[in-house]
């Protein structure tokens, strides 16, 4: 499923993204802006070649690290377990802590990535998408991830987005969502679409089984 995209964008500073895709994509075939030495990221550096899926953790990874100088580089070894405690240093100046952004107002958030090169480097991509959007699994939060709505709203480029609403919630709660969503994207050539997040593979309960 994860094939079918170019870009692929998560707020979520989990891992699942990166183990679903690590003996499901080639390596070659993932594009995570880490291939610099030693697995830093360097903004100047960032061009794709080749028919890769793009890979953005808009809010950070527990496999991505800073150091105090707002260098960003990823932990290798964590496609089966999660990072140690040792893999991080907090050593004076050699400190190099995770960087992740977990909680917050939509304004705290964006303050934080505008903080970090990496962090505002998937920002500014995801506000130049072209074409179609899919967001799954995502309430879109007016009082969290309201920079992520702003994002798409201001972005002209952007003329589909197709979003999922959750199936279990009581129908008039998803009511509710779907009318605050489409008042809050509301602009004159956006065409938006939602449809229950059960029937979508990557949430169904069939792709667990």
């Given amino acids: 499923e994860l094939e079918a995209f170019n870009k692929i964008f998560t707020t979520c500073y989990d891992l699942i993204l990166y183990w679903s895709s690590y003996n499901s994509l080639a390596g070659n075939g ?22 890769k899926i793009g890979f953005y953790y808009l809010h950070g990874a527990l496999h991505l690290q800073q150091d105090l100088a707002g260098s960003v ?10 990072p140690l405690s040792e893999d991080f240093n907090y050593d004076g100046i050699k400190t190099k802590i995770p960087l992740y952004v977990s909680e917050g107002t939509s304004q705290y958030k964006l303050n934080k990535i505008s903080s970090n090169s990496y962090l505002t480097f ?5 506000s130049k998408l072209t074409g179609s959007l899919l967001v799954v699994g995502h309430a879109l939060d007016k009082n969290y991830d309201d920079h992520l709505v702003d994002a798409i709203k201001n972005n002209g ?25 489409q008042a809050r994207l509301y602009r ?16 169904n309960q069939s792709v667990k089984a």
């Fill in 157 to 181: 480029n952007i003329t589909r987005v197709a979003i999922s609403v959750y199936s279990d919630l009581p129908d008039p709660d998803k009511e509710q969502f779907v009318k605050d969503l």
């Fill in 188 to 203: 004159r050539g956006l065409d938006l679409f939602f449809f229950e997040s059960n029937s979508y593979p990557l949430i």
């Fill in 122 to 126: 998937c920002y500014e991509t995801f």
């Fill in 30 to 51: 993932i594009a995570d802006f880490f291939w610099n030495n030693y697995g830093l990221f360097n903004p100047s550096n960032t061009d794709v070649r080749g028919a």
């Fill in 73 to 82: 580089s990823k932990i290798g070894y964590t496609s089966g377990s999660l």
